[in-house]
């Protein structure tokens, strides 16, 4: 009998292979870059996972992560010779706005305080996960400097430029030896951000992209320790569609980063560990359900089912990571 249909694919559907390493549940964890690192981190935070994301803030060009993850290398001090004042508020080139604040002790405190804290924790992580933005940069003129944030100065004290290939490659090259001196067993994985950076200019968009991703192309093929995550690749191919964007028609929407992060989750989570996610996912969300009558003994009960539940999660936990021991 004459076939009257065939099969019809609407989308191209990226499937990705379990990678050589697989991140555990007890593994700790470091985000740096973009916004979506943001996200990423969210999801991570959310699953239960020991996690640690933009000790500095958002970081969008590769210098500015880089120079961020040198400073907790070096367990660098920030002293209020570092910081700017403008429109009332002191601000770090090297930092997000969420670091500003009126009166620089406290802004040089805080500061300090994250840093500290990271620096120890990137001593204890065994995965590091970077996501470059872009490759445009903002050089401070005055000093010639790579500013991470511009914290709304006037333009004209800054000069844009685009990163070349090689600038990345060598600076990273360098800070990946420097990395595995104090880790040396760490898994880096590169992922390109899947947001726009220039927003009404495509073209100079994808010439930013190009530079990121012939760079990672060479860091991967140089280091053994690092990977690629295709974030970009699934946003752009696979959810080819602004159903997948928010508002802006730029940043993904929920949907997309929580389609993203199952993505990440088949790719570098053991099967153990993602068991251990959706167990975890399920006790939050008994715990996070808000009841139209919440002073019945029914739902007082339910509760506490749930609370003991999530004690008896951390229990256990504690004692594999306790019988296991944590990578350090």
Partial sequence: MKQLYREIKLRMEISLSPTDFS?????????FGSCFAESIFSRMEEAGLAVNANPFGVLYNPLSVAQGL?????????TRENLFLHQGLYSSFSHHSRFSGVNPLEVVQKINSELIRSADFLRQTRVLIITFGTASVYRLL???????????????????????????????NSLIREIQKI???????????????????????????SVLFLAVDELINANKSCRYFPAYEIMMDDLRDYRFYAEDLIHPNALAVSYIWDKFCDAYFDKDTIQLIREWESIQEALNHRPLHPETEEYKRFLEQAEKRKEEFLKVNRKNKESKGMDN
Avoid at 200 to 209: A, G, T
Wanted: proline share 4%; aromatic share 10%.
């Fill in 142 to 172: 005055s000093t010639g400097e790579v500013v991470a944030n511009c914290h709304k100065l006037p333009s004209k004290l800054f000069e844009e430029s685009r990163l070349k290939v090689n600038e990345v490659v060598e600076k990273w």
């Fill in 183 to 209: 880790k040396p067993d760490i898994k880096i994985i590169f992922t390109i951000s899947p947001i726009r950076y220039c927003k009404n200019d495509v073209h100079l968009n994808s010439l930013y992209k």
């Fill in 23 to 31: 991140i555990r549940y007890r593994d700790k964890i470091m985000l």
């Fill in 70 to 78: 040198s400073d907790l290398i070096n367990k660098k001090t920030y």
